[in-house]
């Protein structure tokens, strides 16, 4: 078993994680990763996958954090979302 079997966002449709649009609502995806058991290593798994990457290469929400939040965290971006 690995942690994403343990996920709370197992079974939930992606639009959730990754929605349309230029101004995309993450409240409902973070609202699920803040419930979450396994929240921290899906953080880390994203932040060392996407490591260097500026904020326009990140995509949806991961560990609870926005494309803006994890490139923030990295390091590498600019303000947004």
Known sequence: MTWDDRAECRGTPEEIFFPPG???????????????????????????????????????VWGGLTPGQRARLDGMGRSKP
Do not use: F, K, S, W
């Open 22 to 60: 230029r101004n995309p609502d993450y409240t409902a995806a973070q609202r699920i990763c803040n419930e979450c058991p396994v929240r921290p290593i899906c953080l880390v798994d994203v932040m060392a996958y996407e490591h260097g990457r500026p904020v326009d290469h990140r995509h949806g």
